[in-house]
C-alpha cells in the first residue's frame, strides 16, 4: 500500500509575510464571535511580537509554557481552558487555532484544534488515525525552523505511558506562515539544535531502506541547504533554515527517521531531554551507523561552537534504562528504515544498553 497523505493547505512565505496574518484569519472567521485564540509561546510574553498579532476584540491569547515538551494533561488542560471560554461568550467552537512558536508550541496547536472537535483524552489518540472528527481550522507560525511539524501529520505528545503523536491527515495545518524573521533572533544553542533535528532527519530518510525519489528529492534539497547555513557563511540563512526544514519535514512525510530518533524519544522519556538537544548528543555516538553523516555534523558543532551536554545516563537505575530501551524499542518502523527487515538481530536491547551507557 502506497501512503496516500494529506499536505497542508495553504503555504505564505517571506521576510514579513507575518504582516499579512490578519488578512489571512479574516477569511476563516465564521459563527457568532468568530473567536480566534492565539497559543503562543512564552518566551514571547516580553517581545514586540505580540503587538502584530491581528488579534480582535472576542480573540483568546494563551501564553503556552514549553520549558516541558508537550503533554496529553497539559493539551487536555489548553483544550478545557478554550471550551470554557467559549461556552462564557456563548458560542460553541472558535473560528481558528493559531500556534506561534517552535515545534512544541506547533504541536500544542495542532493537538489543541483536534481535542475541541474529539471527545475525551488527548491520550486516548496517541497512535495512528484515530481522531474521529475533522479538526477546527489551525494556522502556524514557526519561530524556530528544524522539527519540520509545520507540515508533518503528527503532533508529538508524551502521555502517561509514552511518547507518541496524534497522527492522522486531520492533524496537517491548514495553513502555516514562513516567515523567515520569525528566527532572527532565535539564540544558539537552541537555534543549532533544532537545526539539527532537520540535519538529522534528512540523514536518516537518505540512507534509510525505505528511501523512494520522493524523499530523495526533498532529503538531498534540505541537506544542501543544511550544509549553507551551518557550514558556511551564507546570506539568507534564516530563510534556507526555514525551507530546509519543510523539505526535511517533506523528506520523512514519505519514508521515516531511523535510529537516532529511536533513542532520542527513549531519552526524552526517562530524561525529558528535548528533542533537538536530545538527537545531537544521540547522533554523536551513531558513527558505525551514520559515518559520514555524523563527521560533517561534528564540523558544523565545532564550527558553531556547540558543546554537547555529556554523562546523562551514568546516574540511572535499571529500571529506568529498561524502560528507555522499550520506549525506544516501540518504534519498529524506524528500526527497520534505518537496519532493514533483519533489525532485530542487530539491534539487541544489550547492544542499545550499550549505546546509552556511552551518553
Ligand atoms: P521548542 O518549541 O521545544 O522550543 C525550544 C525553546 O526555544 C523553548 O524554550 C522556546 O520557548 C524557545 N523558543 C522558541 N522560539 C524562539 C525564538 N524565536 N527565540 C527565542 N526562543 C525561542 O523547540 P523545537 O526544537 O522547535 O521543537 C521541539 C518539539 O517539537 C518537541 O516537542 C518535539 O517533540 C516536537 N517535534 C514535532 C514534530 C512533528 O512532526 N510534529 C517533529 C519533530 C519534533
Ligand atoms: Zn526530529
Same mark, same amino acid.
Given at each position: 500500500?502506497?501512503?496516500?497523505?494529506?499536505?497542508?493547505?495553504?503555504?505564505?512565505?517571506?521576510?514579513?509575510?507575518?504582516?499579512?496574518?490578519?488578512?489571512?484569519?479574516?477569511?476563516?472567521?465564521?459563527?457568532?464571535?468568530?473567536?480566534?485564540?492565539?497559543?503562543?509561546?512564552?518566551?514571547?510574553?516580553?517581545?514586540?511580537?505580540?503587538?502584530?498579532?491581528?488579534?480582535?476584540?472576542?480573540?483568546?491569547?494563551?501564553?503556552?509554557?514549553?520549558?516541558?515538551?508537550?503533554?496529553?494533561?497539559?493539551?487536555?488542560?489548553?483544550?478545557?481552558?478554550?471550551?470554557?471560554?467559549?461556552?462564557?461568550?456563548?458560542?460553541?467552537?472558535?473560528?481558528?487555532?493559531?500556534?506561534?512558536?517552535?515545534?512544541?508550541?506547533?504541536?500544542?496547536?495542532?493537538?489543541?484544534?483536534?481535542?475541541?472537535?474529539?471527545?475525551?483524552?488527548? *491520550?486516548? !489518540?496517541? /497512535?495512528?488515525?484515530? %481522531?474521529?472528527?475533522?479538526? =477546527?481550522?489551525? #494556522?502556524?507560525?514557526?519561530?524556530?525552523?528544524?522539527?519540520?511539524?509545520?507540515?508533518?501529520?503528527?503532533?508529538?505528545?508524551?502521555?502517561?505511558?509514552?511518547?507518541?503523536?496524534?497522527?492522522?491527515?486531520?492533524?496537517?495545518?491548514?495553513?502555516?506562515?514562513?516567515?523567515?524573521?520569525?528566527?532572527?533572533?532565535?539564540?544558539?544553542?537552541?537555534?543549532?539544535?533544532?537545526?539539527?533535528?532537520?540535519?538529522?532527519?534528512?540523514?536518516?530518510?537518505?540512507?534509510?531502506?525505505?528511501?523512494?525519489?520522493?524523499?530523495?528529492?526533498?532529503?538531498?534539497?534540505?541537506?544542501?541547504?543544511?550544509?549553507?547555513?551551518?557550514?558556511?557563511?551564507?546570506?539568507?540563512?534564516?530563510?534556507?533554515?526555514?525551507? *530546509?526544514? !519543510?523539505? /526535511?519535514?517533506?523528506? %520523512?512525510?514519505?519514508?521515516? =527517521?531511523?535510529? #537516532?530518533?529511536?533513542?532520542?524519544?527513549?531519552?526524552?522519556?526517562?530524561?525529558?531531554?528535548?528533542?533537538?538537544?536530545?538527537?545531537?548528543?544521540?547522533?554523536?555516538?551513531?558513527?558505525?551507523?551514520?559515518?559520514?553523516?555524523?563527521?560533517?555534523?561534528?564540523?558544523?558543532?565545532?564550527?558553531?561552537?556547540?558543546?554537547?551536554?555529556?554523562?546523562?545516563?551514568?546516574?540511572?537505575?535499571?529500571?529506568?534504562?529498561?524502560?528507555?530501551?522499550?520506549?525506544?524499542?516501540?518504534?519498529?518502523?524506524?528500526?527497520?528504515?534505518?537496519?532493514?527487515?533483519?533489525?532485530?538481530?542487530?539491534?539487541?536491547?544489550?547492544?542499545?544498553?550499550?549505546?546509552?551507557?556511552?551518553?
Amino acid at each position: 500500500m502506497f501512503r496516500n497523505f494529506k499536505m497542508v493547505s495553504k503555504v505564505v512565505f517571506g521576510r514579513g509575510c507575518f504582516s499579512q496574518l490578519g488578512d489571512i484569519l479574516e477569511g476563516q472567521r465564521s459563527g457568532k464571535n468568530a473567536v480566534m485564540v492565539f497559543l503562543m509561546d512564552d518566551v514571547f510574553e516580553s517581545g514586540p511580537l505580540k503587538d502584530r498579532l491581528p488579534m480582535k476584540a472576542e480573540d483568546l491569547l494563551i501564553w503556552v509554557n514549553v520549558d516541558d515538551e508537550p503533554k496529553t494533561k497539559y493539551v487536555d488542560q489548553l483544550t478545557t481552558q478554550v471550551k470554557k471560554y467559549m461556552v462564557a461568550k456563548h458560542d460553541h467552537l472558535p473560528s481558528g487555532v493559531i500556534g506561534i512558536g517552535g515545534g512544541s508550541t506547533m504541536d500544542l496547536a495542532k493537538a489543541v484544534a483536534l481535542m475541541l472537535t474529539n471527545e475525551g483524552s488527548s *491520550a486516548d !489518540y496517541q /497512535g495512528w488515525d484515530l %481522531i474521529k472528527n475533522p479538526a =477546527v481550522y489551525h #494556522c502556524a507560525v514557526p519561530t524556530l525552523s528544524g522539527t519540520g511539524a509545520e507540515v508533518s501529520r503528527t503532533t508529538v505528545l508524551t502521555g502517561p505511558e509514552k511518547k507518541l503523536g496524534l497522527n492522522s491527515d486531520h492533524t496537517v495545518f491548514d495553513q502555516i506562515v514562513l516567515d523567515p524573521e520569525m528566527i532572527a533572533d532565535a539564540p544558539n544553542p537552541q537555534r543549532f539544535y533544532t537545526g539539527m533535528d532537520c540535519y538529522i532527519h534528512c540523514v536518516e530518510s537518505l540512507t534509510g531502506t525505505y528511501l523512494n525519489s520522493f524523499s530523495q528529492a526533498y532529503g538531498e534539497k534540505s541537506i544542501e541547504l543544511c550544509r549553507e547555513v551551518f557550514l558556511t557563511d551564507t546570506p539568507d540563512a534564516d530563510d534556507k533554515l526555514m525551507m *530546509a526544514s !519543510y523539505c /526535511g519535514g517533506m523528506s %520523512i512525510a514519505y519514508s521515516q =527517521v531511523g535510529i #537516532c530518533h529511536a533513542l532520542s524519544y527513549g531519552l526524552a522519556f526517562v530524561l525529558g531531554l528535548h528533542h533537538g538537544i536530545g538527537n545531537s548528543v544521540v547522533f554523536d555516538y551513531l558513527e558505525d551507523y551514520y559515518p559520514e553523516g555524523v563527521r560533517e555534523f561534528r564540523k558544523m558543532m565545532e564550527r558553531q561552537g556547540i558543546d554537547l551536554p555529556r554523562n546523562l545516563v551514568s546516574g540511572l537505575t535499571d529500571d529506568q534504562m529498561d524502560t528507555m530501551i522499550n520506549v525506544a524499542l516501540v518504534l519498529e518502523p524506524l528500526w527497520e528504515n534505518a537496519l532493514g527487515k533483519d533489525w532485530k538481530t542487530i539491534m539487541t536491547r544489550d547492544k542499545i544498553r550499550e549505546l546509552y551507557l556511552k551518553m
